[in-house]
């Protein structure tokens, strides 16, 4: 016997932090922006909770229903250790199926790309497109690192040889968050290239949804970032080379946090992926060509 699916009966909660009780007694959360009739497109931000998105208007205006969900451990969603990549698109079929959804599209952005990439793979006939935006690849390809931020391009290392120091950093970083979120954000957007600080400045809502999203990231302390960490470190559990759904790659190229040779790597071995590389865009570049992204992705989905 079957596990019955969960019902909109089983949601909690207004627009911008609902839950839905999934079949092993979890909670999963998400929020919806955009348009409500919209085109249906699942959304993962980087390391990230339900309420750092890109501009509503433009999402509205393109006419998407844009649905972001929560991870393990993070905002709303109840922790599920261990995890991994495979895993979470169960919870996204769930939700998808609560919501009517037969089909939908996926954006994976940062940290959030692998997760994209997850959905494509195992859930291929219900997905009618992917974008990869700034989009982490597996670092166990050779050469995906080069341009990366050293104290990222050491993630992997430390993740695998010392996890406590991993634990450490991120216990710090959600004190820091909870304590002052304008420090935290300060701090962890600080030392991006020129390219995102004017990005952070043109746009405002960049700095606004992020916090607000901080709390909701460390809302249950640090254990879902550091399964996040170990996941995106981890090895994914497919190749990339297996993702048969219309795929288009945006990738900036003067990301330090996500460097072109990953961007590079996804466009050459998802077959017949579409590629956007932007001079001189950074880490921001999935909110500086908002408009431009979700335009690509909806004439793939259609």
Not at 154 to 183: C, H, K, S, Y
């Amino acid at each position: 016997m079957t596990d019955p699916l969960p019902t909109p009966s089983d949601f909690d909660g207004p627009p911008d932090a609902r839950t839905l009780h999934l079949p092993d007694d979890r909670r999963l959360g998400f929020a919806e922006y955009g348009r409500p009739a919209g085109w249906p497109v699942f959304g993962f931000f980087g390391a990230s909770a339900r309420r750092f998105r890109p501009n509503d208007a433009e999402t509205t205006a393109a006419g998407v229903r844009l649905i972001v969900l929560e991870r393990p451990g993070f905002g709303l969603s109840d922790p599920l250790p261990p995890r991994s990549l495979l895993a979470w698109t169960s919870d996204v079929a769930a939700l998808a199926d609560a919501l009517g959804l037969a089909r939908f599209a996926v954006i994976g952005s940062s940290q959030g790309g692998p997760y994209g990439a997850a959905c494509a793979y195992a859930l291929r006939p219900r997905v009618t497109a992917l974008a990869l935006v700034s989009a982490l690849s597996s670092f166990e390809i050779p050469g995906v690192t080069q341009g990366m931020a050293a104290p990222l391009r050491l993630l992997p290392v430390l993740a695998r040889r010392v996890p406590w120091l991993v634990t450490w950093m991120n216990q710090a970083a959600a004190g820091m968050a909870r304590r002052d979120p304008e420090r935290f954000f300060k701090q962890t957007f600080g030392a991006l290239p020129a390219a995102d600080q004017q990005a952070v400045q043109k746009n405002p809502e960049i700095k606004t949804s992020m916090l607000a999203d901080v709390p909701e990231i460390y809302r249950q302390g640090s254990q879902g970032v550091n399964q996040a960490v170990q996941v995106a470190c981890g090895p994914w559990g497919f190749r990339a080379e297996d993702i048969r759904v219309p795929t288009v790659v945006w990738q900036g190229e003067a990301d330090p946090n996500v460097p072109p040779a990953m961007g590079r790597y996804l466009a050459r071995a998802i077959p017949n992926a579409q590629a956007h590389f932007v001079p001189g865009a950074g880490h921001f570049l999935g909110f500086t060509h908002w408009a431009e992204i979700l335009a690509s992705l909806l004439r793939l989905a259609a």
